[in-house]
């Protein structure tokens, strides 16, 4: 039986979203989960929608600043990667709490487009004066989120 969890995502002390997920693989680190949409109707970014059957896969490190989400549609094609920066998940009571630092990263399925997103948002935080040093792992968590998926194995090579 596939244990069933609850990712809560929390931004600036409040929760964000929080929603039901299947577990995949927990190996000490990395959490894996599976998840559908969880927002209602269509989001529409502009480089990619996120829409009703569409399937999150989302891998959540505990010693990592950031989160990895697969993105596919209902009939199984991958649209690409959304990467959260977070701070490290805490897995405990069957949630995974995960606190969101504004910056994002969207990699498409080819690899042929590599999005920094949110940078405004994170700058008008103000976490850099309130908590310089989680504001500092965001940043190199972008970076090296940024570096890897421009890499020749890409995202693909943090999700064995």
């Not at 505990?62 to 920066?85: N, P, S």
Request: proline share 4%.
């Amino acid at each position: 039986m596939t244990a069933q969890l609850t990712v809560v995502l929390t931004k600036a002390g409040r929760t964000k979203i929080r929603y039901p997920a299947a577990q995949v693989s927990d190996d000490g680190d990395r959490i894996s989960v599976r998840a559908p949409w969880a927002a209602e109707g269509v989001r529409d970014f502009g480089f990619v929608r996120f829409e009703p059957g569409d399937v999150f896969v989302e891998h959540f490190w505990r010693t990592r600043w950031y989160a990895v989400k697969e993105v596919w549609t209902a009939g199984g094609v991958l649209k690409g990667w959304y990467c959260d920066v977070t701070r490290p998940a805490v897995v405990r009571s069957g949630e995974i709490l995960v606190e969101d630092l504004d910056l994002d990263l969207w990699v498409s399925a080819d690899g042929s487009s590599v999005l920094r997103l949110d940078e405004d948002e994170f700058a008008e935080s103000g976490l850099t004066a309130t908590d310089p040093e989680a504001a500092a792992q965001a940043v190199r968590a972008l970076d090296a989120l940024d570096e890897q998926a421009r890499s020749a194995a890409g995202l693909s090579a943090l999700l064995p």
